[in-house]
């Protein structure tokens, strides 16, 4: 595997101290099924996977077993401000490199990425519990994606030229010198790989912050990033935690751009500490409570294989799960008994099992928190059809869990759970339920399955929700920009939509008199 280049001579990123960094001391050999994982271990500034300046580390843990997997460096301010370093000095380059040079280096990750998907593949699932198969067949291709998508935009991020006699008047679209992203748990790869290539694309240098729950994905494809011909300094990784790390990240004054994926909480104290510092840029995509509405004249058939899918797909730990099914009255009992159906025939196992359609929680924390709601949805009078409890003495499994009568007071119908565990609630009107489904301070996604035309065109302008899926569910397209309304957060991902983030509008007016 990829080493870092020049090894007797790799230098610690803090420059001043000059220090040998023995490329032993940030790889680590995993061995997993009789297979052996050559894995960084250190944070990647400057093209060079280096150890922390504090020297802690913290511990990665596999989900499908809850035995400790590696130790990984942590990251925190020191390194945050190397990091940052390295990006204000490669920006000078960077963005000054001819587009499309720019879109071959992001072509050519991706070719590199494809090239290595099986071992990726892996390497996420030991990352968060999800199966092999499921990571080979979404989260990597949706990632290779992303970089092929932005790699073509490179070079056609435009101004324009506003013809106003005695002047011309363009306007330049201007990249924003160093930007951060912070990836959530739920899907590493994809997420660094949402937030930072349409960066890279408009000629931004990069500082990612991983979650310290799945670090190793990102740091896997840092050494292809090198193997592709990045330029020193363009992309930067930092593992470690929010508190530290991400902290610094949200505070640094010479950082203009933010974005972050993950829980609304976090966003929030990332969006003050922006405010309080530098005013730079935010972008957040945060939390849902996202409701899949079924007419009467739904093909129920195709209506609970979206609902299965919109909340189990990687075991409910997704922000825009369908997590609240509102089902009309007239064939609730009809619909929830398929549903019923399909969701005690999903396989709960090991995620390196063919056969396996949920793998595990992506820690002990996420584990506890999902069994707590469900006895909360026990306590508050709800009736567990399927599911409610762990399964198996070790790893974090849980089981497919349906609820039913549910009210919308109920906590389980109202906060985001970030597991697998769906509501089905009744309703009887297209208003009541327009009602019912905004009530929330959620607005990321929804899903209507009707086959009438009318009332899926006003379901969709009614709903309060960044995306709206009409009879499918968790169908995500580079093209089509995704985020949220409400306390779901702000802005825009993926997409022409997505590019706006990045850069900056000067106007340039010429006196052509």
Request: some cysteine; charged content about 25%; glycine content about 8%.
């Given at each position: 595997?990829?080493?870092?280049?020049?090894?007797?001579?790799?230098?610690?990123?803090?420059?001043?101290?000059?220090?040998?960094?023995?490329?032993?001391?940030?790889?680590?050999?995993?061995?997993?099924?009789?297979?052996?994982?050559?894995?960084?271990?250190?944070?990647?500034?400057?093209?060079?996977?280096?150890?922390?300046?504090?020297?802690?580390?913290?511990?990665?843990?596999?989900?499908?077993?809850?035995?400790?997997?590696?130790?990984?460096?942590?990251?925190?301010?020191?390194?945050?401000?190397?990091?940052?370093?390295?990006?204000?000095?490669?920006?000078?380059?960077?963005?000054?490199?001819?587009?499309?040079?720019?879109?071959?280096?992001?072509?050519?990750?991706?070719?590199?990425?494809?090239?290595?998907?099986?071992?990726?593949?892996?390497?996420?699932?030991?990352?968060?519990?999800?199966?092999?198969?499921?990571?080979?067949?979404?989260?990597?291709?949706?990632?290779?994606?992303?970089?092929?998508?932005?790699?073509?935009?490179?070079?056609?991020?435009?101004?324009?030229?506003?013809?106003?006699?005695?002047?011309?008047?363009?306007?330049?679209?201007?990249?924003?010198?160093?930007?951060?992203?912070?990836?959530?748990?739920?899907?590493?790869?994809?997420?660094?790989?949402?937030?930072?290539?349409?960066?890279?694309?408009?000629?931004?240098?990069?500082?990612?912050?991983?979650?310290?729950?799945?670090?190793?994905?990102?740091?896997?494809?840092?050494?292809?990033?090198?193997?592709?011909?990045?330029?020193?300094?363009?992309?930067?990784?930092?593992?470690?935690?929010?508190?530290?790390?991400?902290?610094?990240?949200?505070?640094?004054?010479?950082?203009?751009?933010?974005?972050?994926?993950?829980?609304?909480a976090v966003g929030r104290k990332i969006a003050v500490a922006a405010a309080e510092t530098n005013l730079k840029k935010v972008t957040l995509e945060l939390g849902g409570k996202s409701p899949n509405i079924v007419f009467p004249d739904a093909d129920l058939d195709l209506a609970v294989k979206a609902a299965t899918g919109g909340i189990f797909f990687n075991a409910g730990q997704c922000c825009c799960a369908g997590s609240r099914v509102y089902v009309h009255e007239d064939v609730y009992d009809e619909f929830v008994a398929k549903?019923?159906?399909?969701?005690?025939?999903?396989?709960?196992?090991?995620?390196?099992?063919?056969?396996?359609?949920?793998?595990?929680?992506?820690?002990?924390?996420?584990?506890?928190?999902?069994?707590?709601?469900?006895?909360?949805?026990?306590?508050?009078?709800?009736?567990?059809?399927?599911?409610?409890?762990?399964?198996?003495?070790?790893?974090?499994?849980?089981?497919?869990?349906?609820?039913?009568?549910?009210?919308?007071?109920?906590?389980?119908?109202?906060?985001?759970?970030?597991?697998?565990?769906?509501?089905?609630?009744?309703?009887?009107?297209?208003?009541?339920?327009?009602?019912?489904?905004?009530?929330?301070?959620?607005?990321?996604?929804?899903?209507?399955?009707?086959?009438?035309?009318?009332?899926?065109?006003?379901?969709?302008?009614?709903?309060?929700?960044?995306?709206?899926?009409?009879?499918?569910?968790?169908?995500?397209?580079?093209?089509?920009?995704?985020?949220?309304?409400?306390?779901?957060?702000?802005?825009?991902?993926?997409?022409?939509?997505?590019?706006?983030?990045?850069?900056?509008?000067?106007?340039?007016?010429?006196?052509?008199?």
């Amino acid at each position: 595997m990829l080493a870092p280049a020049n090894p007797a001579s790799v230098l610690d990123h803090d420059i001043k101290t000059k220090k040998l960094v023995d490329p032993k001391t940030v790889h680590a050999d995993l061995h997993y099924k009789g297979k052996t994982y050559n894995v960084p271990t250190g944070l990647f500034i400057n093209n060079q996977f280096v150890p922390s300046v504090s020297g802690k580390k913290f511990p990665a843990v596999n989900p499908a077993t809850g035995k400790h997997l590696l130790e990984f460096f942590e990251g925190d301010k020191a390194d945050v401000d190397a990091a940052v370093k390295a990006a204000k000095a490669a920006f000078k380059t960077w963005a000054k490199t001819p587009s499309a040079d720019r879109g071959r280096l992001l072509y050519k990750l991706a070719d590199l990425m494809e090239r290595d998907i099986r071992e990726l593949a892996e390497l996420e699932s030991l990352d968060n519990g999800k199966p092999v198969k499921v990571a080979l067949a979404a989260d990597l291709p949706l990632s290779i994606g992303c970089l092929r998508y932005y790699a073509g935009w490179a070079d056609k991020n435009h101004g324009q030229v506003v013809d106003v006699p005695p002047t011309s008047t363009p306007t330049r679209s201007t990249s924003r010198t160093a930007f951060a992203g912070c990836a959530a748990l739920e899907l590493p790869s994809p997420d660094a790989c949402l937030e930072a290539r349409p960066s890279l694309a408009c000629g931004n240098t990069v500082v990612v912050k991983t979650s310290e729950k799945t670090p190793m994905t990102s740091l896997k494809v840092a050494q292809l990033a090198v193997e592709a011909g990045f330029p020193a300094g363009v992309i930067n990784i930092i593992s470690g935690y929010g508190p530290t790390a991400g902290d610094a990240i949200a505070r640094h004054p010479e950082i203009s751009k933010i974005a972050f994926t993950g829980s609304t909480a976090v966003g929030r104290k990332i969006a003050v500490a922006a405010a309080e510092t530098n005013l730079k840029k935010v972008t957040l995509e945060l939390g849902g409570k996202s409701p899949n509405i079924v007419f009467p004249d739904a093909d129920l058939d195709l209506a609970v294989k979206a609902a299965t899918g919109g909340i189990f797909f990687n075991a409910g730990q997704c922000c825009c799960a369908g997590s609240r099914v509102y089902v009309h009255e007239d064939v609730y009992d009809e619909f929830v008994a398929k549903f019923k159906e399909a969701t005690s025939s999903i396989k709960l196992g090991d995620p390196f099992d063919e056969s396996s359609d949920q793998g595990a929680l992506v820690d002990d924390i996420q584990f506890n928190r999902v069994l707590d709601y469900i006895d909360i949805g026990r306590r508050e009078g709800a009736t567990i059809e399927v599911g409610g409890d762990r399964v198996g003495t070790e790893g974090f499994y849980v089981q497919p869990t349906l609820i039913t009568d549910v009210s919308d007071d109920m906590r389980i119908a109202k906060e985001e759970i970030f597991g697998p565990v769906v509501c089905a609630l009744k309703f009887k009107t297209v208003d009541e339920v327009i009602e019912r489904a905004n009530n929330s301070i959620y607005g990321l996604a929804a899903g209507i399955h009707t086959k009438d035309i009318r009332t899926a065109l006003r379901m969709s302008e009614a709903l309060q929700a960044g995306t709206v899926w009409i009879n499918c569910y968790n169908i995500f397209l580079n093209q089509m920009p995704f985020g949220g309304f409400k306390q779901s957060g702000a802005g825009r991902e993926l997409g022409s939509y997505g590019l706006q983030e990045y850069t900056q509008i000067k106007s340039v007016m010429i006196n052509l008199a």
